[in-house]
């Protein structure tokens, strides 16, 4: 099997490590605008070789993925359409899958063409960030076209299973409506949402000093990169401004039970929220990662991390991260441990108890 990449950034770069991992003999050829992030993956050997150009070196690859943004993979398909033959196939990795599946029936390549997108990622961006086990338990969104065979369809539904993610077919349009509503609309909220802080900060800054905790939870994702969501939120502004039109309609009826003083209203909305949202998927069936964390009390001394630390070491127990609880109007202990599995997060909670420390679990 050859396998043939155009980007290779965060997303692009995960799949390719994945490829490597679980098809050590598959051939990896790249090409990207920005050579260093090839360089670098040809160095960690998830890359056999460095493309020029578009060019015949994509006519015999089994697949081929467009991770460029959003704006520009639509030019690679034009350049690709020379070199594509029966059996290829061509996907990508975009948010938004509307305006690419337009251009392929625009280029008349329907045939070769299955959209995906694998709903997962990070605030982090660039092919250094990339990680094989980033699409593993996360839902990968495919798209056919209404020409692609039922074979080709099933061979990359079952291809993109063997990298452990998990697939799932849905039509362009229905894809685009969806994630305007459970990705695209959360990031211009957390965008949102932090500029309004920004501007009604007090002179000195307090707001900006002590956020942390639910602040910093439900604002991480504006860390994004402002390119990548300028061209995801242009190319599904319909359905985006239609779920925001009912989002701020629901904002202003939230405001008018707080003016009215309607508490049993206010009561409903943290109650609802709270009921569906501890009924979303855990990792493993979903794609919403579950986390693995304790909090510990701990006195502020030199040493006293490192020795938790080495508590849990000599237990064979691996730390996921570690972090200082600053703002704590919620949690009530001063150190957050996160862990890799329920079972490593349990054994840690019973022996750092047996070892008098005092132990919270969420």
């Known amino acids: 099997m050859k396998i043939g990449f155009i980007g290779l950034g965060l997303i692009g770069g995960s799949i390719a490590r994945a490829v490597r991992h679980f098809y050590p003999d598959t051939e990896i050829v790249a090409f990207s605008r920005t050579r260093s992030s090839v360089e670098q993956a040809v160095s960690d050997g998830v890359v056999d070789r460095i493309l020029e150009g578009i060019d015949g070196e994509f006519s015999d690859c089994s697949y081929t993925f ?5 704006s520009s993979n639509a030019e690679y398909l034009r350049l690709l359409k020379p070199f594509v033959r029966p059996g290829c196939i061509i996907t990508d ?7 690419i599946h337009a251009r392929v029936e625009e280029l008349g390549m329907e045939e070769f063409f299955i959209g995906g997108h694998p709903m997962a990622g990070s605030e982090k961006t660039g092919y250094a960030n990339s990680k094989r086990i980033l699409i593993e338990n996360a839902y990968y969104v495919i798209t056919p076209t209404g020409r692609t065979p039922e074979g080709a369809v099933e061979r990359y539904r079952d291809f993109v299973a063997s990298l452990k993610a998990l697939p799932l077919v849905l039509d362009c349009r229905t894809h685009d409506y969806v994630t305007a509503g459970i990705s695209h609309l959360p990031h211009i909220i957390a965008s949102s949402l932090v500029n309004l802080v920004r501007n009604e900060d007090t002179q000195d800054g307090i707001m900006r000093l002590v956020a942390a905790g639910g602040f910093k939870d439900i604002t991480r994702i504006a860390s994004s990169s402002p390119e990548m969501w300028e061209q995801i939120c242009m190319t599904n502004r319909g359905n985006i401004s239609a779920i925001l039109s009912d989002y701020i309609d629901s904002l202003i009826a939230i405001r008018g039970n707080l003016d009215r003083a309607e508490a049993g209203a206010i009561h409903s909305l943290f109650e609802t929220s709270r009921d569906y949202r501890n009924s ?3 990792k493993g069936s979903g794609p919403l990662e579950r986390i693995f964390e304790i909090y510990c009390e701990m006195v502020d001394e030199a040493g006293g991390i490192a020795t938790l630390a080495t508590i849990l070491a000599s237990n064979q127990i691996n730390l996921k991260n570690v972090g ?5 109007e919620f949690i009530e202990a001063v150190l957050r441990i996160e862990f890799y599995d329920e079972e490593s997060k349990t054994k840690a909670a019973d022996i ?3 070892h008098r420390y005092v132990i919270y679990e969420r």
Do not use: H, N
């Not at 990795?93 to 305006?99: E, L, Y």
């Open 352 to 354: 750092l108890r047996k």
């Open 280 to 282: 979303l998927p855990v």
């Open 66 to 70: 467009l991770c460029a943004p959003v």
């Open 324 to 328: 200082i609880v600053q703002s704590r």
């Open 93 to 99: 990795v975009g948010s938004t899958k509307s305006d």
